[in-house]
């Protein structure tokens, strides 16, 4: 499997817990340093990657499969915040939001569409701000519903080869994230969740697709933790 975004925090969480099934990786990342901690602990090729280099991007899924031998599924966690009033956010800003939010993911995974495996999945981390954009977040909620719109049609796409896609709408998480915004400060929020169980449970829900167990009908809907039936670890 291709998990892009792996030196993120999400992404850590998620490479740990598939690590941890015996899951055969290649990650890709922004931090060196990190995806360099992360192949000496792991063994898993590693790749630097840059969410402005879309020609990069639609090339991970290529370079996972040529050197994974086969690729089941990929996950991308990489995202970035941003606050303020419509009126007020840079244009700049804002596109640096649509650019590492939406034409990231969207790149990583349409280069990865033909190097999938039949039965495979598709995955992408936009968020619970989909559901319902506060004031003062337009632009970041935008970035995330542009990415959310993209895998709902992708998904039509790809149903004949039973591929899941997968819109994993985490909930607010203790992860810092809203503090490294990009641009303006948060609005009040509720105390983040522990984002080990969340993330576990986006795992639970991506390979119990390749496992079969995941409900027919189910793997190409928005997920969001709490959403699926009880009784699978």
């Known amino acids: 499997m291709l998990l892009v975004g792996a030196t993120g925090e999400v992404g850590r969480l998620a490479a740990r ?19 360099a901690d992360l192949a000496a602990s792991s063994g898993c090729p590693t790749r630097r990657l840059d969410a402005y280099d879309l ?15 086969r690729l089941d599924g990929v996950l991308v966690t990489v995202g ?24 990231c993911p969207m790149a990583v995974l349409r280069g990865a569409i033909t190097a999938v495996r039949d039965g495979g999945f598709l ?9 319902a954009p506060l004031v003062g977040t337009a632009d970041y909620a935008a970035s995330k ?21 997968v819109d994993a709408r985490l909930r607010h998480l203790d992860t810092g ?3 490294r915004a990009v641009v303006g400060v948060p609005p009040p929020l509720q105390p983040g969740l522990d984002p080990g169980p969340e993330v576990r449970m986006l795992i639970d829900h991506l390979i119990g697709h390749l496992e079969g167990l995941t409900p027919r009908g ?6 969001q933790a709490g959403t699926e039936p009880a009784g699978r670890s």
């Open 17 to 35: 817990d598939m690590l941890g099934r015996g899951a055969h990786l290649a990650l890709a990342g922004r931090n060196e340093q990190r995806l």
């Open 55 to 69: 020609d990069a991007c639609a090339g991970a899924g290529p370079w996972a499969l040529a050197k994974l031998g």
């Open 80 to 103: 970035i915040a941003g606050f303020g009033p419509a009126a007020e956010v840079p244009d700049a800003a804002a596109e640096h939001l649509m650019t590492v939010n939406a034409l």
């Open 123 to 131: 995955a992408a981390v936009s968020g619970a701000i989909v559901n």
């Open 145 to 165: 519903a542009a990415l959310a719109c993209w895998l709902g049609v992708l998904a039509r796409e790809v149903r004949r080869r039973r591929i899941a896609v």
């Open 177 to 179: 994230f809203a503090s």
């Open 218 to 223: 189910t793997a190409t809907q928005p997920w």
